[in-house]
């Protein structure tokens, strides 16, 4: 697993060993960031349920200005924490441990761009995006990518958000919105 563009393209990006975390595909990775091309930059960037920290990461390279990361397991929390150092990124990146769902709304600045990842099977998409859309605060035009099982799209959709675009890869869902304006 590797930074695919940018200021860190090439670095090679750690993973806690076992099955603690579901990286994001590269193909997946890269469809995701030839989407958001024009809103990476200079963006604030919320990457829930990190894993790896690898869609934060990838964000910093191609010229986000600033990353928090959310992550539960202490494993994955440590390679975040040397993925970060690796590609020389301490200056722009922040690491809260501990629940996301807990620490969400704890967060104070608005957000351009949202990703949100859970383990498919802990029941914590739903809760997740409650919190996103109810309580985090999210930059005009701020898009969420939500990367969830085919269950989880489902979900999604039937939800007033307003969808901008969605993408299947195999079994993962790739969902893009932002919140619905109500007039």
Request: net charge positive.
């Given at each position: 697993?590797?930074?695919?563009?940018?200021?860190?393209?090439?670095?090679?990006?750690?993973?806690?060993?076992?099955?603690?975390?579901?990286?994001?595909?590269?193909?997946?990775k890269?469809?995701?960031?030839?989407?958001?091309a024009?809103?990476?930059?200079g963006?604030?960037?919320?990457?829930?349920f990190?894993g790896t920290?690898?869609?934060?990461l990838?964000?910093?390279?191609?010229?986000?200005?600033?990353?928090?990361?959310?992550?539960?397991?202490?494993?994955?929390?440590?390679?975040?924490?040397?993925?970060?150092?690796?590609?020389?990124f301490?200056?722009?990146?922040?690491l809260?441990?501990?629940?996301?769902?807990?620490?969400?709304?704890?967060?104070?600045?608005?957000?351009?761009?949202?990703?949100?990842?859970?383990?498919?099977?802990?029941?914590?998409l739903?809760?997740?995006?409650?919190?996103?859309?109810?309580?985090?605060l999210?930059?005009?035009?701020?898009?969420?990518?939500?990367?969830?099982?085919?269950?989880?799209?489902?979900?999604?959709k039937?939800?007033?958000?307003?969808i901008l675009?969605?993408?299947?890869?195999?079994?993962?869902?790739?969902?893009?919105?932002?919140?619905?304006?109500v007039?």
């Amino acid at each position: 697993m590797r930074i695919i563009a940018g200021q860190a393209k090439g670095r090679r990006l750690a993973a806690p060993a076992g099955a603690f975390t579901r990286p994001t595909a590269g193909r997946v990775k890269e469809a995701i960031f030839s989407v958001l091309a024009a809103k990476t930059a200079g963006a604030v960037v919320l990457d829930a349920f990190a894993g790896t920290g690898a869609l934060g990461l990838e964000a910093l390279s191609r010229g986000a200005e600033r990353a928090v990361f959310l992550e539960k397991t202490r494993a994955a929390c440590e390679s975040i924490r040397g993925n970060i150092r690796a590609c020389g990124f301490e200056d722009k990146a922040i690491l809260f441990p501990g629940d996301s769902l807990r620490n969400m709304p704890k967060l104070k600045e608005p957000f351009d761009l949202v990703f949100i990842d859970p383990p498919y099977t802990k029941g914590l998409l739903v809760p997740a995006l409650r919190l996103v859309f109810g309580t985090l605060l999210l930059a005009d035009g701020a898009v969420v990518v939500v990367e969830t099982d085919a269950e989880g799209a489902e979900y999604l959709k039937a939800l007033p958000l307003d969808i901008l675009k969605e993408s299947r890869y195999g079994d993962t869902w790739v969902i893009y919105c932002c919140k619905m304006e109500v007039e």
